[in-house]
T-cell receptor, first 111, second 115 residues
Framework: QKEVEQDPGPLSVPEGAIVSLNCTYSNSAFQYFMWYRQYSRKGPELLMYTYSSGNKEDGRFTAQVDKSSKYISLFIRDSQPSDSATYLCAMSSGNTGKLIFGQGTTLQVKP | GAGVSQSPRYKVAKRGQDVALRCDPISGHVSLFWYQQALGQGPEFLTYFQNEAQLDKSGLPSDRFFAERPEGSVSTLKIQRTQQEDSAVYLC?????????????FGPGTRLTVL
């Protein structure tokens, strides 16, 4: 079993929909939680960074961390075709800089 | 400002050949990471440098993989006697400090295809 599980999708939604992406993990030492967006043939780009449990909002994006359930989520409001990409969750214990990634979820937002 | 750059962007190698992949981190960034991303998968950690010191190489899959960062800036990932299973995108990331939770900025990757 992988340390971080993420449904690969693909997920297809109409423009303007609310998108919910999530990951589960098994290592209780993880304290830092990130969401990266990766366009085709590009490197991952950091979207959200959260320490420990709680919510964080940035524009149309909201990240949630529930350490008790070992579950993290990313919500995208008013989704746009430009949001079409692969979304990767990543985690770190903070003991080293090593990031552990999920498989990535492919999202398509249709106009 | 300039981000992380990697070269070449694409590399095709015949099985058994040696390859060298280059990473130019963001200027002044202390930490440098290499990841391997197989098709349809998330990146997997290979190795980590703090300045010129290689502090973690636990993710290197075999002794055919070697990384260096001799002057604490540019890094090279070398793969000897390439195999088909080495085909993947190799990503480099850098962060500004030695803080273990610092934000990592990724380059575009080098896509390696081994025939």
């Amino acid at each position: 079993q992988k340390e971080v599980e993420q449904d690969p999708g693909p997920l297809s939604v109409p423009e303007g929909a609310i998108v919910s992406l999530n990951c589960t993990y098994s290592n209780s030492a993880f304290q830092y939680f990130m969401w990266y967006r990766q366009y085709s043939r590009k490197g991952p780009e950091l979207l959200m960074y959260t320490y420990s449990s709680g919510n964080k909002e940035d524009g149309r994006f909201t990240a949630q961390v529930d350490k008790s359930s070992k579950y993290i989520s990313l919500f995208i409001r008013d989704s746009q075709p430009s949001d079409s990409a692969t979304y990767l969750c990543a985690m770190s214990s903070g003991n080293t800089g090593k990031l552990i990634f999920g498989q990535g979820t492919t999202l398509q937002v249709k106009p | 400002g300039a981000g992380v750059s990697q070269s070449p962007r694409y590399k095709v190698a015949k099985r058994g050949q040696d390859v060298a992949l280059r990473c130019d981190p963001i200027s002044g960034h202390v930490s440098l990471f290499w990841y391997q991303q197989a098709l349809g998968q998330g990146p997997e950690f290979l190795t980590y440098f703090q300045n010129e010191a290689q502090l973690d190489k636990s993710g290197l899959p075999s002794d055919r993989f070697f990384a260096e960062r001799p002057e604490g800036s540019v890094s090279t990932l070398k793969i000897q006697r390439t195999q088909q299973e080495d085909s993947a995108v190799y990503l480099c990331a850098s962060s500004s400090t030695s803080g273990n939770a610092d934000t990592q900025y990724f380059g575009p990757g080098t896509r390696l295809t081994v025939l």
